[in-house]
């Protein structure tokens, strides 16, 4: 899809400079960019890599007018700016309306006229599909389903039954939201299952990763909020609750009645034990292992870094060492008073 500068910066609400009928069809970095590319500079370090780029226009901040040999599009933040119209150049592409002959659709289920229901996909009855909504290839849509509008469900996604998914979301394949968590009693001859008969409900303009898994309450429901973003491979026990436009990187485990406040950004591959409570604005680092509750906005780290392995081995003998080192300094300062 094609735009001018000009276009652009009535659609984005910005100002420009330069030529306002350079003709844009694609974003690209500013090394391999061409003539019909826009690209962005968000930091200032940047900025001596503008000369040399072939970019159509970018996107900079007015502080630096003037430093771009092409058009430029002005914004106090380049990288959000440059993102949204990444969504304008290279929009989701339109597929028909309707239902694919190979998908299995119960009778009951409420389908919107201008829905795409994909090949193999299966919608169980009593769900109900929004407006625009896009059911993918060989997703499975669960019975009592509500999806919002404009959502889109990708490839062999599983919903579960009774899960309510809200506006304008986006599913990537492979994610299962709605299955049983870890869930169980022990007794003298085992494991007892504990049959999960909460749900999921999603807010509106969720985005959630390949592969990520969000189970289902045990009593109550997981609860995600509105303009949530979950990355791939992330793991969401039951009864969990994450406040509205959260972040959390691939690989994060949260266990089961976790409650995580708004606008917190969680790190990839760290863990959060169940039944802790983490405050809005809270940001925690990569690989961080929270243990406790986090009462105060702020940024939060754990662990150690990777050195090598001889002076690792070192560090973690030493602190295997700290509690004595630490009884000896107490009694050494009660010793000398």
Request: aromatic fraction near 4%; charged fraction near 20%; charge should be negative.
């Amino acid at each position: 899809m094609s735009w001018t500068v000009r276009m652009l910066a009535e659609a984005l609400g910005i100002s420009y400079e330069g030529d306002g009928d350079c003709v844009l069809r694609r974003v690209d970095a500013l090394e391999s960019a061409g003539a019909d590319s826009l690209s962005f500079v968000s930091r200032a370090v940047y900025l001596d890599r503008l000369e040399a780029s072939g970019a159509g226009a970018v996107i900079l901040a007015p502080a630096h007018s003037g430093r771009a040999p092409c058009a430029v599009l002005f914004s106090d933040n380049p990288y959000a700016t440059y993102a949204r119209a990444a969504q304008l150049l290279h929009p989701d592409p339109a597929l028909l309306a309707g239902v694919h002959d190979s998908a299995c659709v119960e009778p009951s289920a409420r389908i919107a006229a201008d829905a795409h229901i994909g090949p193999q996909a299966v919608v169980g009855a009593d769900s109900a599909i929004g407006e625009g909504v896009v059911i993918g290839p060989g997703a499975c849509i669960g019975q009592g389903v509500k999806i919002g509008a404009a959502t889109r469900v990708g490839p062999r996604a599983v919903i579960g039954d009774g899960c309510c998914i809200g506006a304008r979301g986006r599913i990537q394949p492979g994610a299962v939201i709605g299955g049983e968590g870890f869930g169980y009693a022990r007794d003298q001859d085992g494991w007892v299952r504990i049959p999960h008969i909460g749900v999921v409900i999603i807010g509106d303009d969720v985005e959630i990763g390949a592969n990520t898994t969000i189970d289902r309450g045990t009593q109550g429901d997981t609860v995600i909020g509105d303009g949530v973003i979950l990355d791939n491979q992330i793991q969401i026990a039951h009864n969990v609750r994450i406040g509205d436009r959260t972040a959390m990187a691939g690989c994060v485990g949260v266990a089961g009645s976790a409650v995580i406040g708004r606008d917190c950004t969680i790190g990839g591959a760290a863990n959060i034990l169940g039944h802790l409570e983490i405050a809005d604005e809270v940001h925690i680092t990569s690989m961080s292992d929270v243990r406790k509750s986090i009462t105060l906005a702020g940024t939060y780290s754990s662990g150690t870094p990777l050195d090598a392995h001889a002076e690792w081995r070192r560090n973690a003998a030493r602190f295997r060492q700290l509690d004595a080192l630490a009884r000896r300094v107490v009694q050494l300062e009660k010793n000398k008073f």
